[in-house]
């Protein structure tokens, strides 16, 4: 067994079995977490807290602000502006998103059997979109010079999401209207399918986010961060992420945020552990870039998952403890900090499964900035 497979394996199992440990701990029957399709809401939240909200927004912005002060007051010398014209195909999937926007959003009577159905065609579009936007920067792009990977990314995605899916049964921060009455063969096939986006969509994103230096000027030269001993750090990020994963079944209205943590962090520890490359190992030499952009592009994603759900029929809300007072769209608007981590575990998760089985897998800032194989991990000397 190889040792990526081991890491992906040990994440699942304990990702599945350690909020059950939670629920049981506290007394909980474990029984309603395991129910299919996973649509009853049984989780009581605590309500909307002003000096809870302030906290954790003073909190997000002393971890934001100093990178974004970075960014902004760091000169970059920007590429031209495109190496080649727009693609034919790109018009195509704009007025393609533009059009299913419209559709998502309106109530036409001929529309009705469709009208649950916008949400996979729709991030398709965007898909194409961004794909093409990256092609008019640098001449590539995954769609058509990294297909095989491009391709794998959907049924990981889909994978990837039901594990958040999964985790959601225990904290209950968002929940699914609209859909109608679905059988658990329905239920299961229509949500993959939505699912199967959400990894091509933020790594194409972070891709083109990656053409424009500007985005992370600044951050090639940032604060290195260097774990010694590795191993033994390693492990005790083990434990605190085995931790949390106890702690979303056992203490939900406090440790609700470490859905979006405890993955990322215990991917990381076993990949220390077990001597292998995690996508921080460039923040060792200061270069902060790749997670930036990857935890950007997820954060733009989120802006438009969430902009497009608000007037689609089949849509989803949110019950988020303390912090649901002050929404955008259907989000809590602190909740968007959430889609910072995301990203980058949307990246940790595509080079865990896909950086080796595909050639050319795999994002590099420096390749994509150059426009250059994007095979290519490291950026040389001379692109920083």
Known sequence: MSTRLAILLCVCTLGLLLPLLGVWWAGEPVAPYLEWPPTTRFVVHAPFSWPVSIGLLLLITGVLAPVALRVLRTTSRERPAAVTAFPWWGWGAAIWTLALWGLAWTRFEWMQPFQAHTFFPLWCGYIVLVNALTFRRVGRCMLLHRLRYFLLLFPLSAGFWWCFEYLNRFVQNWYYLGAGDLGAGAYLLRATVSFSTVLPAVLGTAEWLMSYPRCSAGLDQCVPIRVLPRKMWGWVMFCLAAGGFVGIGLWTDYLFPLVWVAPLVLIWSLQVVSGEA????????????????????????????????????????????????????????????????????????????????CVGGGISYGAVAAGTDLAQRKPTVAER
Do not use: K
Request: aromatic share 20%; hydrophobic share 55%; with cysteine.
């Open 278 to 357: 995690t996508i921080f190992s460039e923040t060792a030499q200061g270069d902060w870039r790749t997670v930036w952009i990857a935890a950007l592009a997820a954060l733009l994603c989120g802006f438009f998952w969430e902009m497009w759900n608000f007037y689609s029929l089949a849509h989803w809300e949110y019950a988020v403890p303390f912090v649901q007072g002050i929404t955008l769209f259907h989000m809590p608007l602190l909740g968007y900090a959430g889609y910072l981590p995301f990203g980058v575990e949307c990246l940790a998760i595509a080079e865990l499964c896909l950086a080796r089985t």
